[in-house]
């Protein structure tokens, strides 16, 4: 179902930013093209947000807080489930959020979100704090209770270990498609993907948890 168009400048704006943000990135994203896109004055940019660089932040935040209330690290767990249905249910909630509900717009984003992640631009501290780390903190939560007694080193280790296998999907996905095509990351992939990075993972975990064979 086509999307009404949203009213009012600041929201085409941004509407506008999530197209071509996505598309070009900050950097090659002009002002005028989004402008042109959301027919409104150049300098509305400046007005509504101060400046490309804010729009960009905003178009980052207003995505990952659609992808939270459709994607949640904790859709359908509690505290009481067992680490390893909440360990899964984070890992196919990540990949879900990467791949965009088969919306190009939202797979662009998911893109960027990506590479910010692997190389952080001075802009995305601040996305960081509010939405990344406290499901990064959730994540931690999940594998302490997997590992009794282990040092918070080795805890985010660990938790760094499982987020890298969700990015790597992504920011490798043309190389994996190439190589091994059943692991390409797509909608009807997820469950596929998802079975293989629990499975590695908690083996590893397993074998951290036991210690190594004498």
């Known amino acids: 179902m086509k999307k009404a168009a949203p009213h009012g400048t600041k929201a085409r704006l941004l509407q506008a930013g999530r197209q071509v943000f996505g598309q070009h990135g900050l950097k090659n994203a002009t002002v005028r093209e989004i402008c042109d896109i959301a027919q409104a004055n150049v ?96 994540l931690q939560d999940i594998v302490r209770a997997m590992l009794p007694g282990k040092d918070e080193s080795t805890i985010s280790r660990c938790a760094s270990s499982i987020i890298g296998q969700c990015v790597l999907f992504d920011f490798a996905k043309e190389a994996i498609t190439r190589m091994t095509p059943e692991l390409e990351l797509k909608a009807s992939n997820i469950d596929s993907i998802t079975d293989f990075i629990m499975e590695f993972s908690l083996g590893g975990i397993k074998q951290i948890r036991e210690g190594s064979p004498t």
């Open 43 to 138: 300098a509305a940019v400046c007005y509504h947000f101060g400046s490309k660089e804010e729009l960009y932040v905003a178009v980052l935040k207003d995505y990952l807080e659609g992808e939270e209330r459709r994607h949640p690290r904790d859709k359908g767990v509690t505290p009481q489930s067992t680490p390893v249905e909440r360990l899964r249910v984070y890992v196919k909630s990540f990949l879900l959020q990467i791949v965009g509900d088969g919306d190009p717009v939202n797979e662009c984003l998911g893109r960027r979100l990506t590479q910010e992640i692997i190389e952080p631009s001075q802009h995305f501290s601040r996305i960081f704090e509010r939405h990344c780390r406290p499901t990064h903190e959730m």
